[in-house]
């Protein structure tokens, strides 16, 4: 049964209050940062692969991996002025689809025009030198998931069409760049490898894959994202009981866990058409988005449940995630700032009509501060993606 709930009521104060600040704040891009490790240049977004560490038997080597564990002395300017931009932009053009206060509109461009439509300061619609690796790579595939936040920002550009501040030259424009970024996406290496990726950044890739091909009317690669779910990420990752396994055999699998869901759940929520709601389709074993949700909730709900009932996973003989029974242990990081207002949560709410999802959906933290939880947490604003 549908619930009898209005998203936009409970979220305008929450979205107000954020947007009302985010006036304020002065557009800026990655050209205010310069990584000077990086082999693009000022127009090329930069960062450096998170887990990655000076060798302590040769600093002069290449870098040696740790998983899980944030190398803090990396580059990340580009990365937080995008989680930045994201945050403002997102709060002021959902402020405006729930209130239509020009003013909201008016500020979301402005910082839109900055990042995508300046020649000064906009941002080149590729992503060649992300997750780079000292003396190893200057940029690697995985580092399409950088920009997994600007999957909310096209469909806020899509809400604030209507709005005076969004002219035809501008909507143009800004559609334009994402159109050369889908292309990008589609025909480079990198794009191709990691929307073949068999974990959440395969998951990642088509969210932002299904997101610009919305906001640009591309009906064909929205069709192929809808199929992609359904036919390959969908039975790809998803085992029996609604966990995803190749999750599940990190250093922190209850933040990927929650991570991996929220995008495919997002994922369903875009693809999704009048006639076939994805979040409760499901196949022909019963596997479903709803039932990744019914599995998970109760350890968002109850961590200690979670630590109690869930078993790890390791590779097998074919390099898969298997089982094995050893319980899970605390992420190695940020185990105590999950979860917060996790996305799957309303979106299940409203497919399923779950009034208990809602109502933790609704007890949960809907603006972290911890900016590791930020960059995992890029489906801020519900009321961009509902329609």
Known sequence: MPLDFDLQAFERPRIVHLAEAALATEPRSITTAVN????????????????????????????????GLTNPDNFVAHRQLLL?????????AAAWKVSGDERFAAAAVRHAHRWFVDPVTRMNPTLL?????????????????????????ALGVEALRGSKALTPAEDAALTGWFRDYLRWMRAHPYGIDE????????????????CFARLTGDEATLAESRARLKEVLLPGQMAADGSFPEELRRTKPYGYAIFNLDVMAALAVVCSTPEENLMTWSLSDGRSLA????????FIADKNLWLQTVRRTAPGPDGTARPTNEPVKPDVMHWDNWPVRQPFLI????ATGRRDWLELWQRLEGDPQIEEIRRNFPIRNPVLWVR
């Open 195 to 210: 929307s073949n990726a068999k974990n959440n950044h395969g998951t990642c890739a088509w969210l932002q894959i299904a």
């Open 129 to 153: 030198y992300s997750q780079a690796i000292k003396g190893r790579s200057t940029g690697r595939s995985i580092g399409v998931i950088d920009t997994l936040h600007l999957a909310e920002v």
């Open 347 to 350: 979106f299940g709410a409203l």
């Open 36 to 67: 000077p490790r990086s082999a693009g240049g000022p127009n090329d977004f930069s960062s450096e692969g998170d887990y990655w560490w000076p060798d302590p038997a040769n600093p002069a080597a290449p870098y040696v991996q740790r998983d």
């Open 84 to 92: 930045g931009f994201a945050r403002d932009f997102g709060a002021l």
């Open 291 to 298: 039932k990744g949700v019914a599995w998970l909730a109760p």
